[in-house]
């Protein structure tokens, strides 16, 4: 009897394809719109078309006059039932719909359901509203303006705009590294904010059931368990009566996380009318009032000795959080994992402080593939390091190569005290530069040059904490992060897998059938895998933060190990001989002496139901919480060479090449489309994507015109390579890769793009790097910082 | 997004449909390619109360040279047609060059030449394509047809010399005085995006010279600009690396543009000259190394 090929039957290492893209390459997905309950109705909000405004009135009675509305809801309507305000889980309010002022473009003022959603939006055009504006803040600075009008006057002890004030690290340590320095660096950057506009919009349908008092929510989120214990808690509904559904959701990236206004109204709407109700924001709705990213401010220095060790480093961040602190972040920190920066460096002393101010900009700021913040951390990292290099006048490499964290120093504790689990840093970027030709670059470049042409190399290495959380330094609502797997094996071999994390895109239903199978033996496409749905799956933390293998991919190979002890009781019972005799191979357990006499998991999974031990319980099930021991650090080098149009200031991406070390690949294709996706989101960031305002507040950015995603056109070709160590602390030695390009890539970009005319005199352009601010930047030998211009006439 | 009510009729001749926009007395849009009108109509930025779909009117789904040289294009003609043409490949470079820049392959696909030029956003493509051409609209009422040139076909911003009850049933590029030469220049932020600047030049050459130019101007502006000056020095002077120069310093003189999201109104100006310099210089290149 040989034994099963691990990757036929699709386990561990196979690049097994998508099984859920059956049902979507067929439009046969079932997303919140592709549902339709009897009776349902449907609604619209009605947003602030201002920034910053009193509320003299709002008279919705043309509305209600309409044939075909059924309900409007407006602040006083909530207010009745105290439900203007929601909590967040920053510990902070939002509004759910304005009843004093409006604090930014786009805020919800009223809801109308009615009949179909044409009758609706007709109806919210219909509701008159008087506004009384108020001067319009578009940044921290101006909120942070001595005399600054309030935003927040609705909280007391609020006296003006700073939300927190935040520090991490060794103050002192740092301050006696800058005395040593023999060069400080210096740099100032702004991280734009962005969107993670998912295609699919967020949207719910509420049903509640006057007879049975049962609320039943099909809803657009990435952790349908927090939102029951949510909307029991601010509902103050029995838990076991609110089933959330998350049917297939259209990509999420960290926007469908937070509870928006519009699931609240939907449900309220739902128990006042005794019907469903659906709500599906538009485009505009989505890119102006739901989670943003980014949007944060650094002064950052550094310490360097003149052979390129890193002494010390100070970071001094301001975040723009907008007109609410809604971030839906668990850490124990303000700022999220700001601080994992410089987490790959062995730096002696670091220090960070950080302040958080409302403006007038819809609320926000951790989503888009981003482990709270850790896509800013690493992007400031690089982008100090960078130019550190530049003032010392040494090779951008080398400067990593000194600074890097050695392979035979893991655990190793970082600057601001986190602990990284393990890498081979050199051996990657080492990987990387040769894949480019580095070696041969800078006499490429340099005879470029004498040609007119400018040709550059950037580099962007880092590793970041993947996997929230650990229990000590996570929670939501003071729920500890963990996850969970419940594994039922059928009598015939077959199985379901229950998690509580909850895809949006990135495969779970294929990858998790292979950890199974990887345990136990099973073919994978004899496991079936459900999720998001609260009355069948386990309780669960919710996909994002590239959690779901760290976490939830753990608890499933824990359940697994739990399925293979309980078999191995059976398997020897059945082979009659004690269970210390029993070998286990992939799929099969033999008698150590006689190997050929075997029982296969299908055997001992039939004989859990029908020949089972004396006194042993009968079925093959089990489930397993898990809470992980740390956060999983993968690690990236990502490195791009690009070329610059002197005349233009347009530049194209030659080459970009990635190499990922994210621990063992469960699925190497799965993966490759991971990193992928988030290096054309990192060309993204870098070159075109971001939300600004004008200075009365409007959104530029709120429509796919305004707001650029990139397209196959401008997306560069990627080369891949990889690298695996195994995480140590893993069951089976993955680390996190959905946000790893996202987070190190945008570096890479902008760090190429000041290669190339960094010997003009320029050390940064902020993102995006619009070609004409590379034209600036080339024509005047400065800096190009700040936002881009929006309007400066007419 | 949801447009507001409206009323929606299909006529099958051209007449019909002017009848229908009489009807209509300025209430009526005309539905060609739909992809400005739908979305303003979605985001509720265009309400009107009847469309006027012509999509079933056949005979305006044409292109073609006449024996004169005159180009036509007719009101169904789609971009992507234009973009696989043989008669531009062959005799009209300026369109052929365009007509792959124009919006991104999925809008290419429904939207239209004519409705392009009659939606008259001064960030479109072919306005400035066929100004440099100095070609015309024709716009057919109740009385009969009239001929419009383009330069004063867009009367302002998103706004077109059309009465409420007449259609453009197609757009004339005249004969060539000439071998047509040209080329089509932008930048756009990204495949899709309107442009940050363009530029059209059109230029008949003969005997050496250059027996007539235009050049105009994408997305500088309030509407689409023509830069008469700098077609004048090209015609006067011929193509030399000094009247190139002049000419491309001229078009970008010629430029109105402002600071916005897509760049600042130096570099705007700046763009124009480098794009008209780069497409002259590209065809005095081509002819000495056809010579």
Not at chain 1, 317 to 328: E, K, L, M, N
Not at chain 2, 61 to 77: F, K
Request: glycine share 10%.
């Amino acid at each position: 009897m040989t034994a099963l090929d691990e990757i036929k039957i699709g386990g561990l290492g196979a690049s097994r394809r998508r099984v859920e893209d059956n049902r979507f390459i067929r439009g046969k997905g079932n997303y919140v719109d592709d549902i339709t309950l009897p009776g349902m109705l449907h609604m619209e909000i009605l947003r602030s078309p201002v920034a910053h405004a009193r509320i003299v009135s709002i008279d919705t009675s043309k509305a209600w006059a309409m044939p075909g509305v059924r309900l409007v809801i407006t602040g006083e309507t909530l207010a009745a039932r105290n439900l203007a305000w929601m909590p967040t889980l920053s510990y902070d309010t939002q509004a759910v719909l304005a009843t004093d002022k409006v604090r930014f473009q786009g805020q919800e003022i009223a809801a109308v359901i009615a009949d179909d959603p044409y009758t609706a939006k007709d109806a919210c055009e219909a509701i008159v509203v008087e506004y009384e504006p108020l001067p319009v803040m578009v940044n921290p600075y101006q909120a942070m303006e001595d005399g600054a009008e309030r935003i927040r006057d609705d909280k007391e002890n609020q006296p003006d705009n700073v939300i927190y004030d935040w520090e991490v690290g060794d103050r002192d340590g740092t301050e006696r590294a800058f005395a040593e320095a023999d060069l400080v660096s210096k740099i100032q950057l702004h991280y734009p904010r962005s969107h993670p506009s998912p295609i699919e919009t967020c949207g719910s349908i509420a049903d509640f059931n006057r007879a049975t008092q049962k609320l039943t929510v099909y809803m657009t989120t990435q952790a349908p368990h927090i939102i029951r214990a949510a909307v029991a808690m601010v509902a103050e509904l029995p838990e076991q009566m609110i089933r959330i559904i998350a049917p297939d959701i259209g990509g999420g990236f960290g926007n469908k996380v937070p509870v928006y206004p519009g699931y609240v109204v939907s449900i309220l709407a739902s128990i006042l009318l005794e019907k469903p109700v659906k709500w599906i924001e538009d485009r505009t709705g989505n890119l102006i009032s739901t989670g943003f990213a980014r949007d944060i401010y650094l002064e950052g220095e550094m310490a360097l000795r003149k052979d390129g060790k890193i002494l010390g480093v100070r970071m001094n961040c301001i975040a723009d959080h907008g007109a609410f602190f809604s971030d839906a972040q668990p850490s124990k920190f303000k700022i999220g994992l700001l601080h994992s920066a410089f987490a790959c460096y062995d730096i002696p002393a670091a220090h960070l402080t950080a302040r958080g101010v409302y403006t007038n900009k819809a609320p926000g700021g951790v989503a888009y593939r981003c482990s709270f913040r850790v896509t800013e951390a690493m992007f400031f990292q690089e982008r100090m390091v960078e130019t550190a290099a530049i003032d010392l006048g040494m090779d951008p490499a080398e400067i990593r190569r000194v600074n890097f964290v050695r392979d035979d120093d893991f655990p190793h504790r970082t600057a601001f005290g986190f602990l990284t689990d393990s890498g081979q840093y050199t051996k990657c970027l080492d990987l990387g530069l040769e894949a480019i030709g580095y070696d041969t670059f800078r006499q490429e470049q340099e005879e470029a040059r004498k040609r007119g042409r400018l040709l550059g190399i950037g580099i962007s290495t880092m590793t970041e904490p993947l996997g929230a959380g650990n229990s000590r330094e996570f929670d939501i609502l003071g729920i500890k992060m963990f996850d969970s797997a419940e594994l039922r094996i059928h009598m015939t071999g077959k199985a379901l897998l229950r998690t509580g994390a909850r895809s949006q895109g990135q495969g779970h239903e294929t990858t998790w059938a292979q950890i199974v199978a990887h345990e136990l033996g099973l073919p994978a496409e004899d496991v079936t895998v459900e999720e998001g749905d609260t009355d069948t799956a386990p309780f669960g933390m919710g996909t994002y933060a590239s959690r779901s293998t760290p976490v939830a991919g753990a608890a499933i190979s824990m359940a697994a190990r739990k399925i293979r002890a309980k078999a191995r009781k059976i398997a020897a019972h059945l082979l009659e001989v004690s269970e210390e005799d029993v070998e286990w191979e992939l799929g099969r357990f033999y008698v150590r002496s006689r190997p050929e006499q075997g029982v296969t998991i299908q055997e001992a999974a039939m004989a859990a139901y029908s020949n089972m031990p004396d006194g042993m319980e009968p079925g093959l099930e089990a489930i397993a919480y898990y809470d992980p021991p740390n956060l999983t650090w993968p690690f990236a080098a990502y490195i791009a060479k690009v070329e610059v149009d002197p005349e233009t200031g347009v530049w194209d991406v030659l080459r970009m090449v990635a190499v990922d070390d994210c621990g063992v690949r469960i699925n190497p294709m799965i993966v490759e489309g991971q990193i992928m996706g988030g290096l054309t989101e990192a060309y993204a960031m870098a070159s075109m994507q971001y939300i600004t305002f004008d200075a009365e507040g409007n959104c530029i950015g709120s429509n796919f015109t305004d707001y650029l995603l990139p397209t196959a056109w401008e997306t560069p070709g990627f080369e891949l390579h990889e690298v695996v160590t195994p995480c140590p602390h893993h069951p089976i030695g993955a680390k996190g890769i959905g946000e790893c390009a996202a987070v190190g890539g945008p570096a890479a970009f902008v760090n190429a793009v000041i290669d190339a005319v960094k010997h003009l005199g320029v050390k940064n352009i902020d993102m995006p790097v619009l070609p004409d601010r590379v034209y600036e930047a080339i024509k005047t030998g400065k800096d190009v910082s700040g936002a881009p211009p929006v309007r400066t006439d007419g | 997004m949801y447009p507001p009510r409206f009323e929606y009729e299909a006529p099958e001749t051209v007449a019909e449909a002017v009848g229908l926009l009489v009807e209509g007395h300025g209430s009526a849009k005309v539905l060609a390619g739909g992809q400005s009108l739908i979305p303003m109509m979605k985001t509720r930025f265009a309400s009107p109360e009847m469309l006027v779909d012509i999509n079933g009117i056949s005979d305006l789904e044409y292109h073609r040279r006449d024996a004169d040289g005159s180009i036509r294009v007719g009101a169904l003609c789609r971009h992507a047609t234009l973009e696989q043409s043989q008669v531009l490949a062959d005799h009209q470079p300026t369109m052929a060059a365009a007509s792959a820049l124009v919006a991104d392959p999925i809008v290419r696909n429904r939207g239209t030449l004519v409705g392009s030029l009659c939606h008259a956003d001064p960030q479109g493509d072919w306005a400035a394509v066929m100004a440099s051409l100095g070609a015309s609209v024709i716009a057919q009422g109740p009385t009969g047809e009239r001929v419009i040139p383009v330069q004063e076909f867009a009367v302002g911003p998103f706004q077109n010399a059309l009465a409420y009850d007449e259609i453009a049933v197609a757009a004339v590029v005249p004969p060539p005085k000439g071998k047509p030469e040209g080329g089509y220049l932008k930048m756009e932020r990204r495949v899709g995006d309107f442009a940050t600047a363009g530029v059209a030049v059109s230029l008949d050459r003969s005997a050496g010279g250059v027996a007539r130019a235009g050049i105009a101007l994408t997305g500088v502006g309030p509407r689409t600009i023509v830069a008469e000056e700098a077609a004048a020095i090209l015609v006067e002077r011929g193509l030399d690396p000094d009247s190139i120069a002049e000419a491309a310093r001229a078009a970008a003189g010629a430029a109105q543009p402002k600071t916005d999201h897509r760049g600042t109104a130096e570099y705007k100006r700046h763009l124009v000259e480098v794009f008209t310099s780069r497409i002259l210089k590209r065809i005095a290149g081509s002819s000495e190394e056809a010579a």
